[in-house]
């Protein structure tokens, strides 16, 4: 990739956005539809939650594979492979019979779709100089993809069922293939002869992840990945069960979260490259933590000024700061990715990168599981409370590392 032209490089960075929006439609396109889901298959929150764990787990999983397969094939491949995969996946899961095969559906459009992200990432290191903005205009297809999913995936599902829903993806996902195909050259492998089993070592693995400029980090993505997930999988469910929105109304709301995150991801990833990784990170999640705390306890905030005399404050203004914030708080993956690359050498990039993405993408998947057990046992209101708090711990142990690493 050394040496091409800056239209080209932007060709490349378009069209890793448009495969990252592919990947991450089919996997949005689920949670808007999870109540028709549960009725239609006779499931519980527990259950749904754990096929979407299934799902973000396997996508985590794949990740470290990803890269080592990258550094033997090239990335386009790879890339290619993942789109590919999903758009196939994303049709077989509509047409499962009974919910063990839709488990199973899950699992691999997730291994598929972890595919793409951290190739897509280490190819646009080989080609951007200020990587936070590049992956933060990457990043970006998973916000454009929040703002389609939700509303397309829900108007087709109440219309329609939960399954034309889900098959939603592949109108997306076959054109974005043929375009990657036809406007990305083949990229050379950088480690086209090595034998698997020595990328496999798991010493080496565990000196890299131990480091640590990566295990303080890798402990706070893991959290903050916790805290996506949960309110990605089931913010609409929330707003539908705890808030009494309609659904129409909740996609909505979904949606407009998305448009923040869009904004939010580029906005972070500029200003990680000017400001320093670890400000954009804790000020991404202290401002999820708020958030989510602020749907939480809504009515509160809308009493608040009544009860000192106060105009009362419209609802509307409420929910919308509250939506926001969390989705400011689900953007730091824009600031902490380069952060990660800026700790790695360039021949660590592929595999090791991958490596992160696979360890805290895998244990943040049980944010999915994690918030419908809790909301299954004692509510909404406390599920998503547990989930603000875990970001305020978060932003805390960000804090509390980029001040101890100023005194070093």
Do not use: K
């Not at 448009?259 to 400000?279: E, I, N, T």
């Amino acid at each position: 990739m050394v040496g091409v032209n800056w239209d080209y490089r932007h060709t490349v960075l378009t069209l890793c956005m448009l495969a990252f929006f592919v990947t991450y439609f089919a996997r949005l396109a689920i949670s808007p539809v999870v109540p028709l889901i549960i009725d239609d298959l006779g499931v519980s929150n527990t259950a749904i939650g754990v096929a979407l764990s299934g799902m973000w787990f396997a996508y985590g999983l794949s990740q470290f594979p990803s890269g080592i397969l990258a550094d033997r094939y090239g990335e386009r491949r790879i890339i290619l492979v993942a789109v590919g995969g999903t758009t196939a996946m994303s049709l077989v899961l509509a047409v499962v019979p009974v919910f063990p095969a839709f488990v199973l559906a899950a699992v691999l459009l997730g291994l598929a779709a972890g595919l793409h992200y951290a190739v897509a990432t280490t190819l646009l290191s080989r080609t951007f100089d200020d990587l936070g903005t590049a992956v933060g205009l990457h990043s970006m297809g998973g916000p454009l993809a929040g703002l389609v999913a939700p509303v397309a995936a829900a108007w087709v599902g109440v219309r329609y069922g939960w399954r034309p829903g889900v098959a939603l993806a592949a109108l997306v996902g076959v054109p974005i293939f043929v375009l990657f195909a036809r406007g990305v050259r083949p990229t050379e492998p950088r480690r086209p002869d090595q034998p698997m089993a020595e990328r496999l070592q798991l010493g080496p693995l565990l000196e890299l992840v131990g480091r640590r400029e990566i295990l303080v980090p890798l402990a706070v993505a893991t959290l903050g990945t916790y805290v996506a997930q949960g309110v990605i999988s089931f913010l609409p469910t929330f707003l539908v069960e705890f808030r009494g929105y309609t659904p129409a109304f909740a996609g909505g709301v979904f949606s407009a979260f998305f448009v923040v995150r869009a904004g939010a991801q580029v906005g972070l990833g500029r200003l990680s490259d000017r400001a320093g990784r670890d400000a954009s990170i804790a000020a991404a999640l202290l401002g999820g933590a708020l958030g989510l705390a602020g749907l939480v306890a809504l009515p509160d905030l809308v009493r608040l000024p009544a009860a000192v005399g106060l105009p009362a404050l419209p609802t509307v203004a409420g929910l919308g700061g509250a939506v926001f914030l969390a989705a400011l708080g689900s953007s730091f993956f824009s600031a902490i990715d380069p952060r990660f690359m800026d700790a790695l050498d360039d021949a660590e990039r592929g595999a090791g990168f991958g490596l992160i993405r696979t360890v805290y993408t895998v244990l943040g998947s049980a944010g999915s599981v994690g918030v419908g057990l809790v909301a299954d046992l004692f509510g909404w209101g406390a599920s998503f409370a547990v989930i603000a708090g875990m970001a305020g711990v978060a932003f805390l142990v960000t804090a509390v590392n980029a001040i101890a690493g100023e005194r070093r």
